[in-house]
């Protein structure tokens, strides 16, 4: 049972990423504890939702982030103890006090792997060839190659991140922190396994691939990112 990590949305959200929240017990309380020794509860909210070991609580109230202090954040279910953490909170700023707004990608790939980097080189260029910008691999443990498959694809000129998330059986927790993490430097989010190539029927009479193809068979709507699961 513990707390290992979070990702602030740009609502201002904080997603919690816990293992052992018992659900079945009723509602989901997040709370915030302070600096110091004690780190005592500064702020606690019923959670917005709590499903697959993700917890999305309130934001801590502005009088609290204006302190620019780092907090403690966990989540306790009804009747339980709050679960032991290792999350720590602080408003995502930019030197001059507003939020970071990083260039966005227009395509994202995030994939979870565990010894698996034969496979990768092959389905990394397959999908940086028809339109994926950025490539963030969720690590679950591997014990191959893999740094140095990451290695050569960097040099190649491939945009790849590689996440450790050695928690298993923590997939959907995994994409939805891929998700939330990027949700400010990718417009748009695939969720592919390293068996698996998106092809189009359309792009049958396609003499060579390029990196426009994704780009045609995403629908080109402002008000529509990437997709959250929860």
């Known amino acids: 049972r513990i707390a290992f990590s979070s990702a602030t949305l740009d609502s201002g959200d904080v997603l919690v990423f816990a293992k052992g929240v018992n659900h079945v017990a009723g509602g989901v309380q997040c709370l915030y504890r302070c600096c110091g020794e004690t780190h005592a509860v500064v702020a606690s909210f019923p959670a917005i939702t709590s499903v697959q070991q993700v917890t999305r609580c309130p934001a801590p109230p502005i009088h609290l982030n204006s302190r620019n202090t780092e907090f403690r954040v966990t989540v306790a279910a009804t009747g339980e103890d709050p679960i032991p953490t290792l999350v720590t909170y602080r408003p995502r700023q930019s030197e001059s006090g507003s939020l970071v707004a990083p260039e966005k990608n227009l395509i994202c790939a995030c994939t979870m792997i565990h010894n698996v980097s034969m496979f990768l080189r092959e389905w990394v260029l397959y999908h940086a ?59 748009w989010m695939a969720f592919i396994d390293v068996d698996e190539l998106v092809f189009s029927p359309n792009w049958e009479r396609s003499e060579k691939p390029s990196k426009s193809m994704l780009e045609e068979i995403v629908q080109v709507d402002p008000d529509v990112g990437q997709v959250y699961l929860w």
């Open 129 to 187: 060839t028809v339109g994926v910008d950025h490539f963030i691999l969720y690590d679950n443990g591997s014990k191959d190659d893999l740094a140095d498959q990451v290695a050569q694809l960097r040099s190649a000129g491939i945009k790849i991140s590689n996440v450790p998330w050695p928690w298993i059986k923590m997939q959907e927790a995994g994409f939805s922190h891929c998700a939330a993490t990027h949700q400010s430097s990718c417009r």
